[in-house]
């Protein structure tokens, strides 16, 4: 089945539940459209989209399916929701119900032609200024926006009716009117700025800078600015001497750590970082935050520390960074995997692998595999089948089927799907553990159920109708976000070609309590 039939056949699947009288699984179908919607079931999705007898979340997904799948609104789905919009009750619009901010800009989105553009345009115009305002400043942190054209269009209304207050200034600060109405000093207005920065374009800076120049000086004294522009504004030499400062001052009790973080990555960023971040690390009178800070610094330069005398947190800041592990990160990696704390041996014998490959570090593998920790041995028996062992394949399996812990049935899971050649009965195997009530430390955390999905990602051994027969029946039957993720994923790598994948699971954590504080 290529990928637009399967598209279609479950478009229809979905729509045939979304008939079905009973609405227990209502919710679980509408969010998997946004996945599977087929443009031409366009006209079948908008009836859900503008039936206000509809559970809220129902509509919510059908519209987050149209816009993801630009699926044509026709232009009486476009009034009729319009409408609803517009007679919404404006206390409560901005965040909750169908006819949320969320909402009306996924609606402005679907606009198509010029006839739409004139029904939205008349809308956005007749908008109280209240809710013009608050349009604008769910807009701004919205991954979904507004074209310049109505952007401008609302924005100017909130200037001609007086909507434009502090909150709608800090959003805009790319317009002349908002940048006159902020303070033009330090104050609370740093940390505003700070949040609004990384939302402006160069531009912008430099127009606060010239109109605002009290704010934009206290900004660079308290290095409140992304690094690329406190480059750009302040001599190298001045931004050393403002970290020193700002390490100075710093109070562990009124400043937050992100103070301590920025002035320590402005001094690894310059001449002498190494042998300024060492005597942090050494200074045991320095601030528990600072000398964090300078550790996890300290363990990704060259010349390689001694890693046993860093903070240990540092330490383990520094691990959960490395998502992808470059030569630069050889010798941390090199020494975690060595450690006789758990979680750091799992951490660096798990990036080392990924960097060099399996072959380079033989012995390193059959030493771990022959280890008491079960998530080091699974690592280590991942790699081992990679190449070849059917011993450590069967123990993989054996261990993700019966291990009396979640999280190393989990982990070995992980380890199983990242095999080129897979166990003849790994589908079943996914299968089996997707429909199993997930043991978990918490209400969202289903970390097997996670990793069963992704094992049924894209992949040549894997057969695609089957893979998403099972994947859309665990998504029918959801019962924690943690797992949604995995099988959204999952889902995206067959339909769209996508590398099926979620943010990493800090395992340790959950097997090595002891650890928790400091290594996870």
């Known amino acids: 089945m290529s990928h637009l039939d399967a598209r279609t056949h479950w478009t229809d699947t979905l729509l045939l539940i979304l008939r079905d009288p009973e609405p227990s699984r209502h919710q679980p179908a509408a969010r998997l459209l946004e996945l599977f919607a087929d443009r031409s079931r366009g006209a079948a999705i908008e009836a859900i989209a503008v039936d206000d007898t509809r559970d809220d979340w129902v509509r919510i997904y059908a519209l987050r399916a149209m816009h993801r799948r630009a699926v044509p609104l026709s232009l009486p789905g476009l009034t009729s929701l319009l409408t609803e919009f517009e007679h919404r009750p404006t206390s409560t619009a901005r965040h909750s119900g169908f006819a949320s901010d969320d909402n009306v800009l996924l609606l402005v989105g679907l606009a198509i032609d010029a006839a739409h553009d004139a029904a939205i345009r008349e809308f956005l115009a007749s908008l109280a200024p209240t809710v013009a305002r608050d349009l604008l400043c769910t807009e701004a942190t919205s991954a979904v926006r507004l074209s310049p054209p109505l952007r401008d269009l609302v924005y100017q209304r909130c200037v001609d009716s007086g909507a434009l207050d502090d909150e709608l200034a800090w959003h805009t600060l790319d317009r002349p009117e908002s940048r006159a109405r902020v303070p033009d000093g330090s104050g609370g207005g740093v940390e505003r700025l700070r949040a609004a920065s990384r939302r402006l374009n160069g531009e912008a800076i430099a127009a606060i800078q010239r109109e605002r120049p009290g704010l934009f000086a206290a900004a660079i004294e308290q290095l409140a600015l992304p690094l690329d522009v406190l480059r750009a504004h302040a001599s190298s030499e001045r931004l050393m001497a403002l970290a020193r400062q700002r390490l100075r001052d710093f109070d562990e009790k009124r400043r937050p750590a992100r103070a301590a973080w920025a002035a320590v990555r402005i001094l690894a960023s310059e001449p002498g970082a190494v042998e300024t971040l060492d005597a942090m690390c050494a200074d045991v009178t320095l601030a528990p935050a600072l000398r964090q800070a300078a550790a996890a610094q300290r363990a990704t330069c060259l010349p390689a520390p001694d890693f046993g005398q860093l903070p240990r947190a540092g330490i383990a800041t520094s691990l959960r960074w490395l998502r992808d592990p470059a030569p630069a990160n050889r010798a941390l990696l090199a020494w975690a995997s060595e450690s006789d704390v758990p979680a750091f041996r799992y951490a660096g014998a798990s990036g ?118 099972a994947l859309v029946d665990a998504a029918l039957a959801i019962r924690h976000d943690d797992e949604w993720w995995a099988i959204a994923a999952a889902i995206s790598s067959w339909l769209d070609g996508t590398e099926a994948a979620i943010n990493p699971v800090w395992y340790w954590t959950f097997l090595y309590p002891a650890d928790r504080a400091g290594a996870a």
């Open 352 to 469: 080392l692998l990924a960097l060099d490959g399996y072959v380079a570090h033989a012995d390193l593998i059959d030493r771990l595999a022959r280890g008491a920790e079960p998530l080091v041995r699974m690592v280590a028996l991942g790699a081992q089948a990679a190449s070849g062992s059917a011993a450590a394949l069967t123990a993989l399996v054996e261990t993700a089927r019966s291990s009396d812990h979640v999280v190393v049935r989990a982990r070995a899971m992980r380890s199983l799907a990242a095999l080129a050649t897979r166990p003849i009965n790994f589908d079943e195997l996914c299968q089996q553990l997707l429909r199993e009530e997930p043991a978990s430390y918490d209400s969202y955390y289903t970390p097997l159920a996670s990793e069963a999905a992704l094992g049924l990602a894209r992949h040549p051994a894997t057969s695609e109708s089957g893979a998403l027969d």
